[in-house]
Nanobody, 116 residues
């Protein structure tokens, strides 16, 4: 089994910053992709960004240039630095780990609220 524990969510005003963390533990493969998704108030789950074990990253267009995803492979930990936050960034941010032909896992999510 795999466990994912997210932290770092909270409330910020527009223009503020937050840094999310996700720690993976358990029966993990040698290499796997880590990703952040967010569930919006309209119940849509969308990919925010992902990062491979080798450090390749990909971002959704709405967060490009504002968010930075990173990971520490030795700690099986992924981070999401979120700057210049907007109200549209509000949602539950959910950690995911995945690999081809492996079931992967989802975290419980952390709430991020951006409001004036």
């Amino acid at each position: 089994q795999v466990q994912l524990v997210e932290s770092g969510g909270g409330f910020v005003h527009p223009g503020g910053s937050l840094n999310l963390s996700c720690v993976a533990s358990g029966d993990l493969p040698d290499t796997f992709t880590m990703a952040w998704y967010r569930q919006t108030p309209r119940a849509v789950r969308e990919l925010v960004a992902h990062i491979t074990s080798g450090g390749r990253t990909n971002y959704a267009e709405p967060v490009e240039g504002r968010f930075t995803i990173s990971r520490d492979n030795a700690k099986n930990t992924m981070y999401l630095q979120m700057n210049s936050l907007k109200p549209d960034d509000t949602g539950t941010y959910i950690c995911n780990v995945a690999r081809y032909k492996w079931p992967g896992a989802w975290g419980q999510g952390v709430q991020v609220t951006v409001s004036s």
